[in-house]
């Protein structure tokens, strides 16, 4: 029997503002169930935002949630244009490039690419 990850639960102190970093760097769309509950789906693995005062982040011993961008430096130009911060500038690791950034929350994400250089870089 196959027993694989179907859904991740994250941190959050303050839902709209996170719903609306999310909504303008990726497109992301959200379900609320209830003030202290939101849930998205269609993003590669789907998941929720549940207020809290805690945050992810990899320095804490949290899980790091990393995303997938073929092309990163644009991906990067949307986290800054939607209110994150850039924690790890872009860098070459074996099998790609990634960056890291904080959402407004304070919680620790990183995307990944496998190409080495984004289109529009070229």
């Not at 992810?56 to 092309?71: D, E, H, I, M, T």
Request: proline share 5%.
């Amino acid at each position: 029997m196959s027993v694989n990850i179907n859904y991740i639960e994250i941190p959050c102190r303050d839902l709209p503002a996170c719903k609306a970093f999310f909504t303008a760097a990726f497109a992301w769309t959200f379900v609320d169930y209830g003030p202290d509950y939101t849930a998205f789906a269609g993003q590669g693995l789907d998941g929720g935002f549940f207020r809290s005062d805690q945050r992810c982040r990899q320095a804490n011993g949290s899980v790091l949630v990393v995303f997938y961008s073929p092309l990163l430096e644009s991906t990067m130009a949307q986290v800054l244009a939607a209110g994150g911060e850039i924690s790890q500038s872009i860098f070459s690791f074996p099998g790609g490039r990634r960056f890291h950034f904080f959402d407004p929350v304070g919680n620790e994400y990183a995307v990944w690419s496998d190409k080495e250089l984004s289109q529009e870089s070229i």
